[in-house]
């Protein structure tokens, strides 16, 4: 299948991609670049999903960081869950609960898949210009960050100000033909 790139609308999600439905299907292109990341941020905020998700690298390399999770009340690390809207994004509320954390990196390049359960921990870091093919399964249970215990304010989720055609542009220099094959 060849994807026409001028069909698709992005959206910006603040972690280091744009997002785009691809009609007629249950798959979503991501377009990473650090531009559409936060401002300042190193890196997206350690969460999990209410989905299981594939992810296949049609270009570029992405590390996925699978954070191993032992819930324990003097853990460096607290849980948030997403609270009410505020202004196109989701306020963090914070949980009284706990973790201690270690990582494990594994990194894909073109043509290569991995797969991410539902409820398990990650953040991922990947090249400029990275295109992923996602497909996620339904919703169910709780989406949550994990964050640094002394840490106020997780960004996870908070409305990112990049205009549309900023990301177009942004999209289609590292997509130069505009046409994807799928
Ligand atoms: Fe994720």
């Not at 026409?4 to 299907?25: Q, R, T, W, Y």
């Not at 890196?43 to 590390?63: D, F, P």
């Not at 210009?129 to 994990?146: A, E, I, P, Q």
Request: hydrophobic residues 35%; charged residues 25%.
């Amino acid at each position: 299948m060849i994807l026409d790139l001028f069909k698709l609308k992005f959206k910006c999600h603040g972690l280091g991609f744009v997002k785009a439905e691809i009609p007629n299907s249950e798959f979503r292109l991501h377009v990473w670049d650090k531009k559409f990341k936060h401002g300042g941020r190193e890196s997206e905020e350690t969460h999990c999903h209410r989905w299981a998700m594939i992810s296949k690298i049609l270009q570029g390399r992405i590390v996925n960081q699978l954070w191993h999770v032992v819930e324990r009340s003097e853990g460096l690390y607290r849980f948030w869950v997403p609270g009410n809207s505020d202004q196109g994004g989701e306020q963090m509320e914070p949980l009284d609960r706990y973790a201690d954390c270690w990582t494990e990196d594994r990194a894909y390049s073109k043509g290569e898949s991995y797969v991410m359960q539902r409820g398990l921990f990650h953040r991922s870091f990947a090249d400029d210009g990275t295109v992923t093919l996602v497909h996620r399964s339904n919703f169910d249970g709780m989406s949550m960050s994990l964050i640094p215990r002394d840490n106020e304010s997780p960004l996870h989720g908070a409305a990112h100000k990049i205009s549309d055609e900023e990301i177009f542009r942004i999209v289609s220099n590292h997509v130069p033909t505009m046409l994807v094959q799928i």
